[in-house]
């Protein structure tokens, strides 16, 4: 199988300076997507008189699911409300991930790819690295507080970046930290000089280049 997974943290990304988010966590309500209506099985069950067990008919043990062509060109993110907050929402960055990646089929590699853009929507790498160069220590308590992740999504981040580090640099880096600067700033204040030498070192590297 073959994955784009710089593609995938562009689609994430993206999708985080369109919905003009700034700052962590990201309230479950603040998750949308353009053309996607987003509701929980307890209001559409409401609104259409149908029974969550017909609902979810097929998705039982689900906290989401996607559907599609119930009228044309309506696409639906169905949600159970009644889920934990954390986990619901790495769920329907999921859900989200599978429209933004353009699955036509619900596979091994279409589950991979959702469960990277989820990660990626929820808690950016880019940010991360950017905290941690700040001097704070990227644990799992950490991640779970900073971006309001499960411990499971906070688990699976922490080996991630273990395995990968921060080396993977995506086209949209800098405008993620730009938008996100406020509250890294606000929230992670720089604690070592060893980042300012850095900053400094850098700053001393592009002058090189005049
Ligand atoms: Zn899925």
Same mark, same amino acid.
């Given at each position: 199988?073959?994955?784009?997974?710089?593609?995938?943290?562009?689609?994430?990304?993206?999708?985080?300076?369109?919905?003009?988010?700034?700052?962590?966590?990201?309230?479950?309500?603040?998750?949308?997507?353009?053309?996607?209506?987003?509701?929980?099985?307890?209001?559409?069950?409401?609104?259409?008189?149908?029974?969550?067990?017909?609902?979810?008919?097929?998705?039982?043990?689900?906290?989401?699911?996607?559907?599609?062509?119930?009228?044309?060109?309506?696409?639906?993110?169905?949600?159970?409300?009644?889920?934990?907050?954390?986990?619901?929402?790495?769920?329907?960055?999921?859900?989200?991930?599978?429209?933004?990646?353009?699955?036509?089929?619900?596979?091994?590699?279409?589950?991979?790819?959702?469960?990277?853009?989820?990660?990626?929507?929820?808690?950016?790498?880019?940010?991360?690295?950017?905290?941690?160069?700040?001097?704070?220590?990227?644990?799992?308590?950490?991640?779970?507080?900073?971006?309001?992740?499960?411990? &499971?999504?906070?688990?699976?981040?922490? &080996?991630?970046?273990?395995?990968?580090?921060?080396?993977?640099?995506?086209?949209?880096?800098?405008?993620?930290?730009?938008?996100?600067?406020?509250?890294?700033?606000?929230?992670?204040?720089?604690?070592?000089?060893?980042?300012?030498?850095?900053?400094?070192?850098?700053?001393?590297?592009?002058?090189?280049?005049?």
């Amino acid at each position: 199988m073959k994955y784009d997974w710089s593609k995938i943290t562009s689609s994430a990304y993206l999708t985080l300076l369109e919905l003009d988010l700034h700052e962590f966590p990201i309230p479950a309500n603040k998750i949308k997507c353009k053309n996607v209506m987003i509701c929980s099985y307890q209001k559409y069950s409401k609104k259409t008189g149908c029974s969550i067990e017909k609902i979810t008919l097929g998705h039982e043990l689900d906290d989401a699911f996607l559907l599609k062509g119930l009228r044309p060109g309506l696409t639906m993110i169905l949600y159970d409300k009644e889920k934990y907050g954390a986990r619901l929402k790495h769920t329907l960055w999921h859900e989200v991930g599978h429209i933004k990646c353009n699955h036509k089929n619900h596979g091994e590699q279409e589950e991979i790819e959702a469960h990277f853009f989820a990660a990626q929507a929820n808690a950016p790498n880019v940010l991360i690295k950017a905290i941690s160069q700040r001097g704070y220590a990227i644990t799992i308590p950490f991640l779970m507080e900073c971006f309001g992740l499960s411990e &499971e999504a906070a688990k699976k981040k922490k &080996e991630y970046l273990n395995k990968y580090g921060f080396e993977h640099s995506n086209e949209y880096d800098d405008v993620v930290l730009m938008q996100f600067n406020d509250y890294i700033n606000r929230k992670y204040p720089p604690k070592t000089t060893h980042f300012f030498d850095d900053y400094y070192d850098d700053m001393e590297r592009e002058r090189e280049k005049w």
